[in-house]
């Protein structure tokens, strides 16, 4: 169960990976490249040349999950960019594996409320 508690952040390795790679290569990637800390409440996504296979590493206590989605027909909307990583929220995430781009401009903004009266 991917953990997506508000302090959870996402990560998303953005170009290639290889789906062929297990925890320990993909979670060498994300410290020794990335130089992220894997034993936090974050998730890495990583995704196929073909954008259809995606895969998502997190630590849970004792041990990693490494959730998998394969789609049978369409493909992610992967984000460009010229960074090795970029930070996403959970809602985020939700509309990228649902088939939509991470920056949905019709969307509701974040407000941050004080009081209610």
């Not at 995704?47 to 789609?71: A, E, M, P, T």
């Not at 809602?91 to 939509?100: Q, V």
Request: glycine letters at 4%; proline letters at 1%; charged letters at 25%.
């Amino acid at each position: 169960m991917i953990n997506r508690s508000i302090n959870t952040k996402v990560y998303l390795a953005v170009g290639v990976t290889d789906m062929r790679k297990s925890i320990n290569a993909l979670t060498a990637i994300i410290q020794e490249c990335f130089k992220l800390d894997i034993f936090g409440q974050n998730a890495f996504v990583f995704c196929n040349k073909s954008k259809d296979k995606i895969k998502i590493v997190q630590w849970d206590n004792n041990g990693f999950w490494l959730h998998y989605k394969r789609l049978e027909k369409g493909i992610f909307n992967w984000p460009n960019s010229k960074d090795q990583t970029i930070e996403i929220t959970n809602r985020e995430l939700s509309w990228l594996l649902e088939g939509l781009t991470i920056k949905q401009e019709s969307a509701h903004k974040k407000i941050n409320v004080k009081k209610v009266v």
